[in-house]
């Protein structure tokens, strides 16, 4: 079992950057792949990258793609996702997960992920 906490979220104007870290409890942290995904208020939750095991391979939603990094460090048992070139449409709160299973497909789904952070809320101002 592993428990995930995000941070690093806050207001900022658009075109600006923002990097959200995401904290694991637990020693097997590199037996995951990580995902974060964003929810907006009355909207299904939404994918936005993943990462392996070991950062070798990454996958992005189109909507940020090119504009957002994830990375991860497993001796610091972190996981991040740097946003650049901010739009107002990404305000929203951002989740990170993580997902035991052998990746297969594109890994976008949020059934294939067990474990949940609580949130960290996101604010771009045009």
């Known amino acids: 079992q592993v428990q995930l906490v995000e941070s690093g979220g806050g207001l900022v104007q658009a075109g600006g950057s923002l990097r959200l870290s995401c904290a694991a409890s637990?020693?097997?942290?590199?037996?995951?792949?990580m995902g974060w995904f964003r929810q907006a208020p009355g909207k299904d939750r939404e994918f936005v990258a993943r990462?392996?095991?070991?950062?070798?391979?990454?996958y992005y939603a189109d909507s940020v793609k090119g504009r957002f990094t994830i990375s991860r460090d497993n001796a610091k048992n972190t996981v991040y996702l740097q946003m650049n070139s901010l739009k107002p449409e990404d305000t929203t709160v951002y989740y990170c997960?993580?997902?035991?299973?052998?990746?297969?497909?594109?890994?976008?789904?949020?059934?294939?992920?067990?474990?949940w952070g609580q949130g960290t809320q996101v604010t771009v101002s045009s």
């Open positions: 990462i392996s095991r070991g950062g070798g391979r990454t």
């Open positions: 997960a993580a997902d035991p299973k052998t990746w297969r497909g594109l890994g976008s789904e949020i059934y294939e992920y067990e474990y």
């Open positions: 637990g020693r097997t942290f590199s037996s995951y792949s």
